[in-house]
């Protein structure tokens, strides 16, 4: 059974360093590409970037480029979505999501992990 | 960047009901759109991929049209699990993905 596990909801101050987990079981994690995605409180999904843990390429949307850093321990199934200096418009859920093979679509998610960014 | 607009953005709606949501993309996606579903405090899930192709499992009253710029998810005869919202998604570049801003389907 494929799965995707979120480390679990973090509370953190301004300015704080945050990097969450995204681990995947149940398939060969080095052949899709591992996306994430963020939904700010009673708002839509926005797509931030993705990365292909096999050679770890990786690429942003442009929001959100410079902003977060995506990167994969292809040794342990793990992605990971990663903050150097946490801001309050941070505050969201953020979800991983495995994109189909060879193709774009979602087929499987992450259960979400809650950032909450408050002084 | 290719923006996607839904609309209705709320849509009220009764038991039985025929539901149409429309997805309308800034450019020609040819049939690169998938329709999620979402319910409060759970992960979206893929019911329609490439504009018309039922995901695995999803019931056959959930179809997906359209091509080009202009698409459409049809709920043909609404359940009560099916009050949720729903997004539709490009992938028209590869891995270069928009949501369009979801469609809350509330009950009426």
């Known amino acids: 059974e494929v799965q995707l596990v979120q480390s679990g909801a973090e509370v953190k101050k301004p300015g704080e360093s945050l990097k969450i987990s995204c681990k995947g079981s149940?398939?060969?994690?080095?052949?899709?590409?591992i996306g994430w995605v963020r939904q700010m409180p009673g708002k839509g999904l926005e797509w931030m970037g993705i990365i292909y843990p096999g050679d770890s390429d990786t690429r942003y949307s442009p929001s959100f480029q410079g902003q977060v850093t995506i990167s994969a321990d292809k040794s342990i199934s793990t992605a990971y979505l990663q903050w150097s200096s946490l801001k309050a418009s941070d505050t969201a859920m953020y979800y991983c999501a495995r994109l189909r093979y060879d193709s774009s679509e979602i087929d499987y998610w992450g259960q979400g992990t809650l950032v909450t960014v408050s002084s | 960047d290719i923006q996607m607009t839904q609309s209705p953005s709320t849509l009220s709606a009764s038991v039985g009901d025929r539901v149409t949501i429309t997805c309308r993309a800034s450019q020609s996606i040819s049939s690169w759109l998938a329709w999620y579903q979402q319910k409060p405090g759970k992960a979206p899930k893929l019911l329609i991929y490439?504009?018309?192709s039922l995901e695995s499992g999803v019931p056959s009253r959930f179809s997906g049209s359209g091509s080009g710029t202009e698409f459409t998810l049809t709920i043909s005869s609404l359940q009560p699990d099916d009050f949720a919202t729903y997004y539709c998604?490009?992938?028209?570049?590869?891995?270069?993905?928009?949501f369009g801003q979801g469609t809350k389907v509330e009950i009426k």
């Open positions: 490439k504009a018309s």
């Open positions: 998604q490009q992938y028209n570049s590869y891995h270069v993905v928009t």
């Open positions: 149940g398939y060969s994690f080095t052949s899709y590409w």
